[in-house]
Every structure is written in C-alpha cells, then in structure tokens.
C-alpha cells in the first residue's frame, strides 16, 4: 500500500508497516512529540537530562547563524586577497563529514578556494595531500570541537613543521578549548567558535559546515533559508501528517523495532555524497544499549532477491533531475514488499533541508527507540586502546611480532586460528552473514576511487552470495561514524577489517612515532574493542598495490560465500 505525509515523502509500504507506522503517528500526537522535541524537553527520551537539555542548539542554529553571514563571507574575501588558492581542511567526523559534502555537492565557485579534506591517518595519504598543495597559498583550517581530538591534532604538528606562518591557520573549535587557546597563543588568522550545546555530528549548519562553505564559495544566505525551511517543516503545531521529518522520524523508528534496521539510502545527484554525513548522524546517535539503525550508504543497488526482510530503502530523490534507473530498481522492490521511502529535494542548497530534516527525524526516531539520540557511550573505547597500543610501541620500540594465519598472493589473514588458506577464513566469517547480520568493511586504506570502486564490488558479491547489510568506511574515519553502532547498536556485525602498507618515515613531529605506527594503533585497537565484546572480527593486510589488493580480496571474498 503507499502511505505518508501529504506534504511530501511517498512510502510504498506493506499493510503490517503501515499499520505499525499508523500507531506511532497515533502516539506521536498524543505525546506532543514535536513540541516536546521544540521545547527540549529530555522527558521524551530520558528521565535525566544528562546530554540532553544542553545538546539541542541545532534547532535555532540556522537562525543564528543567518546573523553572521557577512562576517563568514568578508572572511572568505579577505583569504582571497590575500593569495590563498587552497584550503586544507583538517578534522574527523562530525568536523569533517559535512564539509566533505559540501565540496562534493557545490565544488568551488570561480575565485574561491579549493578544498582538501583530510581525514585519514594513513601515512600515503597525509603525505599525498602535503604533495598535491601549493603550501605557500595553502589555508589550513583545523577543525575539532572538543579542540583535543588525536587526529587533527597530529595533523597540525605534521603541517606546523612545513609551514612557518602562523597567519595560514585557523581554528574551528568550541570557546575555551585547548585548540582555541593554541590559536590565540600562536596567532593564527582567525578562531571560529561553535556552539557547545550541539554535538559534534549535528553541527552541520554551524561554524563547523559553515566556515568551509564561506570559502568555497556557496551562497550562505540561500543555503540557511533552505535550512530555516526545513525547520518550518517540523514547527510544533503541525498534525503529524503535514511534517515530513517527524513523521520520518516515527516511521523509521518504527520499522527498526519491527526488524526492519537496516536504513537503505539512494541519493541521487547531486546530493549524494550527503550518505557519509547521514551515516554518522544515524549510527552515532541510535547504535546503543543493543538496539539502533544500521545506515546502509553507497552498496551497490541489486535486484529484490539480494535483500533480506531487514531492509528499509529511503530514496533522496531530485525532481529536477531524476535517476530513471534508480527509479526502476526502487520500484521493482518496492513491488516485491520492501518498504521504500521517496523524499524528494531539487537544488543543491536542499542539503541545507535535508541537514535540518534528518537531524529532526533521528531525533523523533530516538525517542521512537528509548535511546538517548545526543550521547555516545561506546565512542571512547576504542579511543582508549588506541592510546595503549601507541604508547606500548613508543616504549618498546615498536609493535610485537606477529604471524598470519594464512596467506594468498597480496593478502595476509590474522586472527583466524585454524585458517588453512585466506579462503577458509573469510568463510568462517562470512558463511553466517545471513540477515539480520550485517557485515562492516573496516578499511584502513588510503582512500581513492580505485578503492571506493573495489569496495564496492566486495559489498555487491557479499549482498548477492549471502543477501546481508553491508557497510565500509575508511578508518579511523568510521571509528567516529559507525564505531559506536558497531559497539553499542544491534550485537549482529560481523567485521572484516583491512590494514594495507603505508610509507614509513611520515611523523607526528613531537611524538616519538609515524603515521604508519598511528593507523595500525587505530586498527589494533578497534580490533581489540571488537574482539573484547565477543564479535566476530577478522583482519586481512594488503600488501603492495593497494586498489590490486582491494580486488583480489573482493575475488576472494566472492569465492568464500559462492
């Protein structure tokens, strides 16, 4: 049957769905929901107001931010005259997912400035990005709220030893953090502050997105109007059926408890980098005490018989521009009973809606779940063990020897005990990837095309063999994105990690160690704090060419679940 809002989103829906999805409509307008949510009232997910009454200044950020407009735009033209041609955006999660789709959404305006973001620690790709810079009219712009985060941290040692002028940085950060008081000890050009009553993955429209947006060269004042849109579509007095992000929130919500959590997102262009910051947005705030979403973005669209019952598809539609083979496949599973989800946006600056929309919604579908959508409980684990494992190599020297359990040309398998060949030990992994498990390819790589596309194929064989979610983010990226879903969410991840070889000699000046020790301290330690709850994890190393690798694993991968 098709259900939804008459004010915009088509759902395709079977009848125990709809029926579902009816009922929490039902309780949503009797419980005040939105005007719960409006008035911040922590009441609608916990008893106490522990980072809940003081995480909720997304709601009127746009507004506020609408006031600073000239002075982000004046900033903009002052770098420009001053002979800056690139900018190097330095930051992780929260700080860096929106500006990465920003960039890939709008690109740079003639005149503007070029923007790199970095967010992996693997030493090619460090020293690749310092490669591909002109330094001297290179802007540097670290961005971390808590203003203590490891990795833009050690970014900025690594750029600090190649560039001399303090007047080529500036800091995004929260007031009276340590990064703002580096930049005030050391005169940077300019400190931009945040708001610390929004968490770091809800601050898309704050300095956070909004900074790097100023330099690129998009329109800031169109992009808040869209914003201030999206948040009219949730005002409080609405009925339910007329707000789009709430009733979103209500029906995802919904259908995750039904078994239906596996959040299936298409986008067409050009928004649809957009999936990198949603998959943040949703695990982060979902995956814990043993429920959440699982955010499903970038897997290769199949046919309705590679899809298990687990699966929910929301499809980011343009009405200007529309996907006629995406709309065909949709189609073809909506008819075979998958539920499928159909928002519809136009132009670009309807990013700026959809962060809006979707913060709104996930926070409705918190509330739907009875989490607490604003914390992140499990995020400091693997943190902690990364600092072991590095502070163990500085005092030894280095990292205890170890041997794989199998080896197959570029490929070498740890933590299999057993394994007789690479082959055997991705089936024993893999062989039980039946939904509702799901599998994350955890890939501390340097990202590239050639890797995204290798990626890619793995997933597509693994959906196809074995009809399971699967995900892949680049670590440690992920580990400040999914790596709270995979710890505190659905205990059903089954983790194949991939480790590759990187230059040596690339340091964090001031450490005692490389970014080749510091990704494979990140990689340890997730790999521990996976293996510590009792999930299944399995760690393959890639040597020499790493996109080779990437494919001959995915070969492997295939031959393992045929």
Known sequence: ????????????????????????????????????????DHTLWAPAPDELADRLGWLTI????????????????????????????????????????????????????????LDSTHPDAVAGLAAALPLERTLFVVSSKSGGTLEPKSFTAYFQARVSDPRQF???????????????REGWRRTFHGDPEIGGRYSALSAFGLVPAALLGVDLRALLERALAGAAAAAPELPV??????????????????????????????????????EQLVAESTGKRGTGIVPIADEPLGDPGAYGPDRVFVHLRSSIAPDAAADARLEALGAAGHPVLTVPFGEPTDVAGAFFGWEFA?????????????DQPNVQEAKDLTVQTIDAYVRDGGFAPEEPDAVAGQLAVYGAPGAVDVRAALATLLGAAAPPAYVPILAYVPP??????????????LRDARRCATTAGYGPRYLHSTGQLHKGGPQTGRFLEITSDGAAGVEVPGTGYDFAALVTAQAT??????????LPALRVHVAGDVVA??????????????
């Open 1 to 40: 049957m098709t259900a939804g809002p008459t004010t915009g989103i088509d759902a395709r829906l079977g009848d125990a769905d709809a029926a579902a999805i009816a009922e929490r409509v039902a309780w949503a307008a009797r419980e005040a929901v939105a005007r719960r949510v409006w008035e911040r």
């Open 62 to 117: 746009a507004e506020r931010m609408l006031a600073q407009v000239d002075e982000l735009e004046a900033f903009a033209d002052e770098v420009r005259g001053a002979g800056f041609t690139h900018c190097a955006l330095l930051g992780m999660g929260g700080s860096s997912l929106a500006p990465e789709v920003l960039r890939r959404t709008f690109g740079t305006a003639p005149g503007y400035l070029e923007l790199h973001v």
């Open 170 to 184: 500036v800091a995004i950060t929260d007031p009276a953090t340590a990064l703002a008081d580096l930049a005030a």
């Open 241 to 278: 059926e007329e707000s789009p992000p709430l009733w979103l929130g209500l029906a995802l919500g919904s259908l995750a408890r039904a078994g239906r959590d596996k959040l299936t997102f298409v986008i067409d262009d050009p928004l649809a980098s957009l999936g990198l910051w949603l």
């Open 362 to 374: 996930i926070a409705v579908a918190g509330a739907v779940l009875g989490i607490n959508p604003f």
């Open 448 to 461: 590239s095309a050639g890797a995204d596309s290798a990626l890619a194929a793995l997933r597509a064989a």
């Open 525 to 534: 330690g997730d790999l521990q704090a996976l293996r510590g709850r009792g």
């Open 549 to 562: 690798g990437l494919r001959q694993l995915a070969d492997a991968v295939a031959d393992a679940v045929r």
